[in-house]
């Protein structure tokens, strides 16, 4: 697994600077609250030199009573749809800075397996940084399962990325 989560970091690694630079510069600090990526981001976040001067951490809900009960989602809401909805996305996002006190928020949520109930494989990104939504999509993985998990991760690294630059 070390050699093949290093080829996963490779391609990212100058994003993950990026990012990291950009929290510095601005005395930022970044968190995560995920579902569907099952901690894949918050190790992404957490691998690269200083991330402690930056990356709070985070918190993986995998289901919507823990959603609901460590970041205010509205359960009933969240019954309704399976906890996977923009919306929740948002949510989470706005709701771990709250959490974690930061200002840059990360929120995601959706499927990664195809099940009975689930005959398309997606997920709801949101990413938030000072009371603000700055991005949010929904988006379609190639694979499915843990190439599923890792791709949204890969993807949401270069959302961040590019986001945070274009409010430099």
């Not at 080829?7 to 968190?31: D, F, G, M, S, Y």
């Not at 099952?38 to 992404?44: D, K, V």
């Not at 970041?71 to 709701?95: E, K, T, W, Y």
């Amino acid at each position: 697994m070390n050699n093949n989560l290093s080829a996963l970091q490779k391609p990212l690694k100058p994003l993950l600077e990026e990012i990291k630079n950009h929290a510095l510069r601005h005395k930022e600090t970044i968190v995560v609250a995920e579902s569907v990526t099952a901690g894949c981001l918050q190790l992404l976040l957490s691998t690269g030199m200083g991330a402690q001067d930056f990356f709070q951490g985070g918190i993986t809900v995998y289901n919507n009573v823990q959603k609901s009960v460590h970041l205010n989602i509205d359960r009933l809401f969240a019954d309704s749809c399976d906890g996977v909805h923009p919306l929740i996305a948002r949510q989470m996002a706005q709701n771990v800075c709250k959490l974690f006190n930061a200002q840059v928020g990360i929120g995601i949520t959706g499927y990664a397996t195809k099940s009975e109930e689930v005959d398309e494989l997606f997920a709801h990104v949101a990413l938030y940084r000072n009371n603000q939504i700055l991005y949010e999509e929904k988006i379609n993985p190639v694979g499915e399962g843990i190439e599923a998990q890792w791709e949204y991760a890969e993807l949401v690294i270069r959302k961040l990325s590019a986001a945070l630059n274009a409010v430099n």
